[in-house]
């Protein structure tokens, strides 16, 4: 669904690539014109996650971002669930790229799907952290959605505030992360018992 999507933002002359992103800055898909690597691809997804936050913490509420850079421009729009990143030529038609990206983006912000626990540890994270957030929300941004994973993660960022920022605020944000977790395996084992 949402790789259609990009596919016809991508026939839009100039549109050189285009990535859909969740809330989190996990790309979710992409479409390209050319060679790109996954890799470099998913760091702009973490970027613009971060730039978002940047934005909101400031008490600003961007929905859209233009950028126009010495070989061409990025459009970035906020969506409900995520973000919708282009990367375009300086060539491109601004007011058709506008009037497209509203054809499609009904489709796109159905197909992001956000994952709630991530959501409240990122929302922790920034709560408790404030503007020291951006390591750890970079871990969560890469971090997988298994159970052993979001652990994992948890772990690596309770040792990082305790090291680097704060040991009060290391205690803080190990027992809200716990008390989410904890509430995700009892909210999956209550969701499998009514499946069966």
Request: proline letters at 2%; glycine letters at 6%; a negative charge.
């Amino acid at each position: 669904m949402i790789k259609d999507q990009l596919l016809f933002l991508s026939r839009v002359q100039g549109v050189k690539g285009s990535l859909a992103v969740d809330s989190n800055g996990r790309m979710v898909e992409s479409s390209w014109q050319g060679d790109v690597e996954r890799a470099a691809a998913e760091q702009v997804a973490v970027l613009v996650s971060l730039t978002f936050h940047g934005i909101n913490a400031e008490g600003g509420e961007a929905q859209e971002i233009y950028y126009t850079f010495e070989n061409g421009r990025v459009v970035i729009k906020k969506l409900p669930k995520g973000s919708l990143i282009l990367l375009c030529s300086h060539e491109v038609n601004m007011m058709f790229l506008k009037e497209a990206i509203k054809r499609c983006e009904a489709e796109i912000i159905e197909g992001l799907k956000e994952d709630e626990p991530v959501v409240l540890l990122r929302k922790t994270c920034i709560e408790l952290l404030g503007d020291q957030a951006t390591k750890p929300l970079e871990m969560l941004a890469v971090t997988g959605s298994s159970s052993k994973e979001l652990h994992r993660t948890c772990k690596e960022i309770e040792d990082f505030t305790r090291l680097l920022i704060d040991e009060k605020k290391a205690d803080q944000i190990a027992r809200r992360m716990r008390d989410i977790l904890r509430k995700q395996v009892i909210d999956n084992m209550t969701n499998q018992g009514e499946e069966l």
